[in-house]
């Protein structure tokens, strides 16, 4: 059984900062590929971030230069610092970790930026 629990969500004003986090647990050695989505209000769910197992990056254009998204492999977790944030970053945040062929979801975590 593998375990993700999110925690790092609130409420910021705008061009203020959240960091969240997603921590695995469970019977496995390592997590893989980490990617992190947000669904917003009336949205479908989007990609915003993902990081590979040697620590290559990749972020959709609308977080790209505020959003940096990291990894600690020794406490498999995953961190997203997201930075300058804005109204439109409004949703709710899960991150999806792979772990061998398998793909695992977080509960989400909400964040809400106000103006």
């Known amino acids: 059984q593998v375990q993700l629990v999110e925690s790092g969500g609130g409420l910021v004003q705008a061009g203020g900062s959240l960091r969240l986090s997603c921590a695995a647990s469970?019977?496995?050695?390592?997590?893989?590929?980490t990617r992190w989505y947000r669904q917003a209000p009336g949205k479908q769910r989007e990609w915003v971030a993902v990081i590979t197992t040697g620590g290559r990056t990749n972020y959709a254009d609308s977080v790209k230069g505020r959003f940096t998204i990291s990894r600690d492999n020794p406490k498999n977790t995953v961190s997203l610092q997201m930075n300058s944030l804005k109204p439109e970053d409004t949703a709710v945040y899960y991150c999806?970790?792979?772990?061998?062929?398998?793909?695992?979801w977080g509960q989400g975590t909400q964040v809400t930026v106000s103006s």
């Open positions: 999806n970790v792979q772990i061998g062929s398998r793909l695992y």
């Open positions: 469970g019977s496995f050695i390592s997590i893989d590929v």
